[in-house]
């Protein structure tokens, strides 16, 4: 897992805090994700990316984003998961809106 190597430790810093040689150990993790995959061969590139990334954590309810909200943030699931829903109109006036689950996600 990430924090077996420190590589949470890492990411709770503020990217502007850390090093190069830190934003390389994220990079060499990140790599063998299947979405990294395609930057492997471009380690500058990744450490540019691991400078960046920050670590998010969401509590069981909580909303990560909203339809409508600008798409300028990119997610990895590392740990738990994650239920996409959508809120739709009811079939019963005045009733509230109801949230139909679209996918559940876990990491992997």
């Given at each position: 897992?990430?924090?077996?190597?420190?590589?949470?430790?890492?990411?709770?810093?503020?990217?502007?805090?850390?090093?190069?040689?830190?934003?390389?150990?994220?990079?060499n993790?990140?790599?063998?994700?299947?979405f990294f995959?395609?930057?492997?061969?471009?380690?500058?590139?990744?450490?540019?990316?691991?400078?960046?990334?920050?670590?998010?954590?969401i509590?069981?309810?909580?909303?990560?984003f909203?339809?409508?909200?600008?798409?300028?943030?990119?997610?990895?699931?590392?740990?738990?998961?994650?239920?996409?829903?959508?809120?739709?109109?009811?079939?019963?006036?005045?009733?509230?809106?109801?949230?139909?689950?679209l996918?559940?996600?876990?990491k992997?």
């Amino acid at each position: 897992t990430l924090d077996t190597d420190g590589i949470v430790g890492i990411l709770e810093k503020p990217g502007h805090e850390r090093t190069t040689l830190e934003a390389r150990k994220i990079a060499n993790t990140i790599k063998e994700f299947p979405f990294f995959q395609m930057l492997a061969d471009d380690m500058n590139a990744l450490v540019h990316l691991c400078k960046r990334i920050t670590i998010q954590t969401i509590e069981k309810g909580q909303y990560l984003f909203r339809k409508g909200d600008l798409g300028d943030v990119f997610y990895v699931l590392y740990e738990g998961g994650i239920a996409i829903t959508i809120f739709t109109p009811n079939v019963v006036k005045g009733a509230p809106d109801v949230e139909k689950l679209l996918k559940l996600l876990h990491k992997g």
